[in-house]
């Protein structure tokens, strides 16, 4: 298992001029070791667990990334999972410093699962990855997602897919 590599993110369709269609191919039952990686943590409100500033905290974060050229398609996710039902944490992985913005890092095990649907169905995908993690000897309940769309690009692409990553070590 190599050490901060994550899976490649294929930006290269895009006819939405949101976001790229997500490539699912390579990310379902991946193992990763995160060592200080660096990521961008920002947080968004929500009300009990629905996002409210989602779409304008993450066009913030996002154009900053853009312009300090710290966007990479081979070291591309973003993390995100709820602190509380009002609050929600996001955690983007970047290749470089970017000013202005809280900067983090992560370290530890993890696994990931590729899930396809409405988001309704978090509740059970959280509970999946939390079985998936204590099967793989893992002891904490942190669970991330991975948002590889908004809800409008999910809807125009056809298929709303969710990465969940889950802490095993």
């Known amino acids: 298992m190599q050490t901060n590599v994550l899976p490649h993110y294929d930006d290269s369709v895009n006819t939405t001029g949101c976001c790229a269609r997500f490539n699912p191919e390579g990310w379902d039952g991946q193992a990763l070791h995160l060592k200080d990686k660096t990521f961008l943590r920002a947080t968004t409100k929500s009300a009990m667990h629905i996002p409210l500033d989602m779409g304008k905290v993450f066009a913030r974060v996002q154009s900053r990334i853009e312009a300090a050229a710290a966007y990479d398609a081979d070291d591309y996710i973003v993390l995100s ?89």
């Open 81 to 169: 999972r709820d602190l509380s039902p009002w609050q929600s944490e996001h955690l983007f992985a970047v290749a470089a410093p970017v000013p202005e913005e809280d900067s983090v890092t992560l370290s530890g095990d993890f696994i990931t699962k590729v899930f396809e649907g409405p988001y309704r169905k978090m509740k059970d995908w959280h509970r999946e990855m939390l079985e998936l993690a204590q099967q793989k000897g893992g002891t904490s309940d942190k669970v991330y997602f991975f948002y590889t769309t908004c809800p409008k690009c999910a809807k125009a692409y056809g298929k709303n897919y969710v990465v969940g990553v889950a802490q095993i070590g």
